[in-house]
């Protein structure tokens, strides 16, 4: 016989947390004494690999949710999108690391494993990870095509899996040597500060250019809310930046779309307005923790859909183009999706006033920075500390460094005087 406890909240406080601590606490000691019809084994059925894992009823009582993909996403004839259709990923694990790695073990993953992270990183998970994988070590030194390479030509040939534990330098590096070297990826992150968490391509740096470049989407992505809440703030406001970044990168797709002829993937687009779904939930209604999970997810479905059309089209327009101008120019690291949201700002606007397919009620300009708001996205260039200058030089010329993906950029090409008037009308000075 089950209960139902009914959660009582007091503000964003679960009164009855403890309850379930307790009971969790609880199935662990008395996990050795368990009944027989209960047992472990009772729990396990044979996969179609011919191994043998756990029921989803085991994964779910150490407390695991678990997103499946895979075969589960439609084909490309049964999306009728015309475009070949990737589905590498097969699951995303929600739930607490040690035992997300238990099921990574169980599932048949293949060994041996290269274990990704930088200094921070290795402190926060990936110590526990190398030693529960059993796997090798590598430190990452920073998101460029040299350390990429470096990595790629010591792991090649030597290991079946490679894991990154970390935020989007670890977890791009790491895609980029497994994609090189032919094994397999899966994805641990730390942070939630990108979509790169399920993406086929790494954001590299080469040349003092950040480069787009083909890499390997993960086979399993872990995701553990605990140690997600622990990153920065500001890293979690560039997730929900680089989610709020869709709502202008989805219509400059349309954009090619309906004016060029483009090829487009209603399958993916769906996974592009979960993201959204989550995003706005996440800061209108939920509370700091749960946030969190409702965060990580949507970078997931942002993820898969670029995963689907084998590049970062569904989720990359303007606004992005915007940022990777200001990668280039500028003298500090700004979080990369906060420069997308103070790229999409503007970019809204602009698509309000010459895009007859915008959004229109959903999404328009003061909405959009009600959500940075509520994100923790700084809402003024002098608070973000970008120049001036610099952002409309960005927005006049970043069209310039991907002239074949079609954006409102591309439609309409900015001078100065209209991109400070934008930036004016929308409050960014």
Same mark, same amino acid.
């Given at each position: 016989?089950? *209960?139902?406890?009914?959660?009582?909240?007091? /503000?964003?406080?679960?009164?009855?947390? @403890?309850?379930?601590?307790? %009971? #969790? $606490?609880?199935?662990?000691?008395?996990?050795?004494?368990?009944?027989?019809?209960?047992?472990?084994? *009772?729990?396990?059925?044979?996969?179609?690999? /011919?191994?043998?894992?756990?029921?989803? @009823?085991?994964?779910?009582? %150490? #407390? $695991?949710?678990?997103?499946?993909?895979?075969?589960?996403?439609?084909?490309?004839?049964?999306?009728?999108?015309?475009?070949?259709?990737?589905?590498?990923?097969?699951?995303?694990?929600?739930?607490?690391?040690?035992?997300? %790695?238990?099921?990574?073990?169980?599932?048949?993953?293949?060994?041996?494993?290269?274990?990704?992270?930088?200094?921070?990183?290795?402190?926060?998970?990936?110590?526990?990870?190398?030693?529960?994988?059993?796997?090798g070590g590598f430190f990452v030194e920073g998101p460029t095509y040299e350390e990429a390479e470096e990595k790629f030509k010591r792991v090649k040939g030597l290991f079946k899996t490679i894991v990154g534990v970390g935020g989007g330098?670890?977890?791009?590096?790491?895609?980029?040597?497994?994609?090189?070297?032919?094994?397999?990826?899966?994805?641990?992150?730390?942070?939630?500060?990108?979509?790169?968490?399920?993406?086929?391509?790494?954001?590299?740096?080469?040349?003092?250019?950040?480069?787009?470049?083909?890499?390997?989407?993960?086979?399993?992505?872990?995701?553990?809310?605990?140690i997600l809440s622990t990153a920065p703030r500001f890293l979690r406001a560039s997730g929900f930046g680089d989610l709020i970044a869709k709502i202008v990168s989805l219509k400059d797709w349309q954009l090619g779309r309906d004016e060029l002829g483009e090829p487009y993937c209603k399958t993916a687009e769906s996974f592009v307005l979960k993201s959204l779904r989550l995003m706005t939930e996440a800061l209108e209604t939920l509370d700091a923790f749960e946030k969190i999970e409702y965060l990580a997810e949507g970078l997931v479905y942002s993820g898969v859909a670029m995963m689907l059309v084998g590049s970062s089209r569904p989720a990359s327009g303007s606004e992005h183009l915007i940022s990777h101008y200001l990668d280039m120019n500028l003298k500090r690291r700004i979080p990369h999706g906060i420069q997308c949201a103070l790229g999409a700002l503007p970019m809204a606007l602009y698509h309000e006033k010459y895009n007859d397919n915008w959004w229109k009620d959903e999404y328009d300009w003061m909405r959009i920075k009600i959500l940075m708001e509520r994100a923790g996205i700084p809402l003024t260039l002098k608070d973000a500390e970008i120049p001036e200058n610099l952002m409309i030089q960005a927005m006049v010329e970043a069209w310039k460094i991907r002239p074949n993906r079609y954006t409102i950029l591309h439609k309409r090409k900015l001078d100065p005087t209209e991109a400070r008037k934008l930036l004016i009308d929308v409050q960014l000075i």
């Open positions: 016989m089950y *209960h139902y406890f009914p959660l009582k909240r007091s /503000g964003s406080v679960c009164l009855d947390s @403890r309850i379930f601590e307790y %009971l #969790g $606490l609880l199935r662990l000691h008395l996990w050795p004494y368990r009944f027989k019809s209960c047992d472990k084994n *009772h729990l396990r059925t044979p996969n179609h690999r /011919g191994k043998r894992i756990y029921h989803i @009823r085991y994964w779910a009582w %150490l #407390g $695991l949710r678990i997103l499946r993909f895979g075969d589960r996403l439609p084909s490309s004839e049964e999306c009728g999108c015309g475009l070949e259709h990737d589905r590498t990923l097969k699951e995303v694990i929600i739930g607490p690391l040690e035992n997300s %790695l238990e099921y990574v073990l169980e599932s048949g993953a293949e060994e041996p494993f290269a274990v990704f992270y930088d200094k921070v990183t290795y402190e926060v998970a990936g110590r526990f990870v190398q030693k529960i994988l059993n796997g330098t670890v977890i791009d590096v790491a895609k980029y040597a497994a994609f090189k070297s032919g094994a397999n990826f899966i994805s641990i992150p730390t942070s939630p500060s990108h979509d790169g968490i399920a993406s086929p391509t790494a954001s590299l740096f080469s040349g003092g250019k950040r480069v787009s470049m083909k890499a390997r989407a993960p086979i399993i992505s872990l995701i553990d809310p605990s």
